[in-house]
């Protein structure tokens, strides 16, 4: 039995479909990620899950059990809110003690809780406090204490991290994390930053324009994007666009231009003359001065752009002044350093190329 | 700014140490003739006490009229929200006495609601509504409601939303909700509204002596009595120092009990 079931979960704004048709399960103890831009709906699907939309179609169902007519104070759930919604004339440690307050726990056994989840969120010491005396993020773990207190069901997270900066969210991003799994609580987590969503979780559903996209791993979404779209929201990719000319022992042959034609291993794309396209990540791209004759897939180029960015270096590389593709390279010290200007070899492997729908 | 309120004030008080003899003019002498006479006579106790009295429960009804109206301002939109915003002005946007003339039409004794009561057969004879603290209650709290849910609407306003739902996420009713964090939150609007409408029940003139009757009730219609009838400036003066020492300090209490619940 699946903690959390989204069963066919439908809703419409005036005459916009904010989330269409949204199927979803989470196991227990697992960190799923809702991912997507900009009114993409993923906010409303947490609000559905809470309680606080109704959806005009299909079912929420909280261990196995239908909640569509539970009011949110009655689903035992712990919500974090983008603006923390701390209660502002309340100390910390009453705003964290609100939760059993209003289920009449004895004082000592809120004293005992309140204590315990503040020392998870290593905030001891600050029962006292008012939120308007705290900083952004002493603020978010106490808004976090004060969902976690009640040992909830299901952990809801929206876009929790958004009002921090960057440091700051990297931090919070491992605390968080780390109490998760600590306590061993599923957690719903929306975001908009994919950077934030691949870390975190054990698995990231995407959403675009009110309908999932794509679920699975990291790994999964990151290597075998299932279509444009998620490739490109996904870090960064190269799309190389072209027509199979040739398919035969499960490799194909896709020609992208009269001197570019790709070597590409794939067992399902049956017929020639389809046009097709491909992503290929910026580090999965190989470069070299030179490579071993006979090799597939090598072309030679000219760099029109080298970006530095600590670690890691980025390059715009145009293959005769056809094809340009971004490249990405450690920075390890070991290699010699490309520039503008220069020449270099790139050679993708013929199983690297990701085919995409649509 | 302080030379328009400290000269006319300090020469008020010097005032009240002045006597007049019942024939001549103002004598300019130091004395606490006057307000010994104020503390002595009853006759001044149940007058200040009745001042008060309408003071406070005027205050107590905008209140429980402003706050409900507060918060269906704060929590419509659009069209409905500028309609709302009328209404809760609208009292101040007609000068005092054509309103208080539109009360003594309603209120009186062949008014629209003695001749609605009395058509319906609720009454045989027309009630006294007016003439006496009634219509005077009625007549403040019309006039002092603006004040009283402007404030609480600022307060309202000053609440982020998700606190409720955080509130409902962690099992709170809408009861419950309203009794620990609305109340508390909107507490500084209701202080502040408070001392606006208490001041001004108390001080403020035409409504009293209009729907009051010729009972003179209020502080300060005597005080006007002494003044401008009687001409008996020193008591008046005596009169309204005390009023204003009054003022004080329920604003004084009412500051102290701010600062205890301070955030």
């Not at chain 1, 103890?29 to 606080?52: D, N, Q």
């Not at chain 2, 008014?111 to 009634?134: C, E, F, K, Q, T």
Request: net charge positive; hydrophobic share 45%.
């Amino acid at each position: 039995m699946y903690k959390l079931q989204l069963k066919k979960i439908t809703k419409v704004f005036d005459k916009t479909t904010a989330v269409d048709n949204v199927d979803l399960y989470v196991k227990a103890g697992e960190f799923l990620s809702i991912l997507g831009p900009s009114g993409c709906g993923k906010t409303t699907v947490l609000r559905i899950i809470a309680g606080f939309v109704m959806p005009d179609f299909g079912e929420v169902v909280i261990n196995g059990r239908r909640v569509n007519d539970t009011p949110p104070r009655l689903r035992n759930l712990g919500m974090v809110f983008q603006s923390y919604a701390l209660f502002p004339h309340m100390t910390v440690f009453e705003n964290i003690a609100f939760g059993l307050k209003v289920e009449r726990f004895t004082k000592g056994d809120i004293h005992k809780k309140v204590e315990e989840v503040l020392s998870n969120v290593e905030l001891s010491g600050f029962e006292h406090r008012y939120p308007g005396q705290l900083s952004g993020g002493q603020q978010q773990r106490v808004a976090l204490a004060r969902a976690l207190v009640k040992n909830p069901e299901i952990l809801l997270l929206d876009e929790p991290l958004s009002n921090l900066d960057a440091k700051l969210r990297k931090q919070m991003r491992d605390e968080i994390r780390n109490i998760q799994k600590k306590l061993g609580i599923t957690a719903v987590f929306v975001t908009h930053d994919q950077e934030e969503a691949l870390a975190m979780s054990d698995r990231v559903m995407i959403m675009r324009e009110g309908k999932t996209i794509q679920i699975g791993t990291p790994v999964e979404i990151y290597e075998k994007p299932v279509n444009t779209f998620v490739a490109d929201f996904i870090g960064q990719t190269n799309i190389i666009s072209g027509e199979i000319v040739a398919c035969k022992d499960g490799k194909i042959m896709l020609e992208v231009s009269e001197k570019i034609s790709f070597e590409v291993d794939n067992a399902f794309l049956k017929y020639q003359g389809k046009k097709a396209s491909f992503s290929i990540r910026p580090d999965r791209i190989l470069t070299s001065e030179n490579f071993p004759p006979g090799s597939t897939n090598v072309f030679r180029g000219k760099i029109t752009s080298d970006v530095y960015m600590g670690p890691i270096s980025s390059y715009l590389i145009s293959v005769f002044g056809q094809l340009d593709l971004t490249i990405v390279r450690n920075n390890d010290g070991k290699s010699r350093p490309m520039v503008a200007g220069d020449e270099f070899c790139v050679q993708i492997n013929a199983s690297d190329m990701v085919y995409l729908n649509e | 700014m302080l030379l328009a309120f400290v000269f006319p004030l300090s020469t008020m008080i010097r005032m009240s140490f002045n006597e007049r003899p019942p024939i001549g003019d103002v004598v300019n002498t130091f004395s606490i003739l006057n307000y010994n006479k104020i503390f002595s006579d009853v006759y001044y106790l149940k007058i200040f006490l009745n001042t008060l009295f309408i003071g406070m429960v005027v205050t107590l009804l905008t209140i429980i009229l402003g706050f409900p109206l507060a918060h269906k301002y704060v929590h419509s939109k659009g069209r409905t929200k500028e309609v709302l915003l009328l209404i809760i002005l609208g009292p101040l946007l007609i000068t005092m006495v054509v309103r208080v003339y539109g009360w003594m039409v309603i209120l009186g004794s062949n008014g629209l609601i003695n001749n609605a009561l009395i058509h319906l057969g609720i009454i045989d004879r027309p009630i006294r509504l007016m003439y006496n603290p009634v219509g005077v209650i009625i007549g403040l709290t019309h006039v002092l409601l603006p004040f009283m849910t402007i404030s609480i609407s600022t307060s309202l306003q000053n609440i982020d939303n998700s606190i409720y739902e955080a509130a409902q996420s962690l099992g709170a009713s809408k009861a419950y909700s309203f009794r620990k964090i609305t109340l508390p939150l909107c507490k500084p609007g209701i202080i502040a509204g408070s001392i606006l409408v208490f001041s001004l029940a108390v001080s403020v003139f035409v409504t009293p002596i209009m729907l009051g009757g010729s009972g003179l009730r209020s502080l300060v219609i005597l005080i006007y009595t002494h003044g401008l009838v009687l001409i008996n400036w020193p008591m008046a003066a005596a009169l309204a120092t005390i009023l204003l020492i009054t003022l004080l300090f329920i604003m004084y209490l009412q500051n102290r009990f701010q600062e205890k619940n301070k955030l």
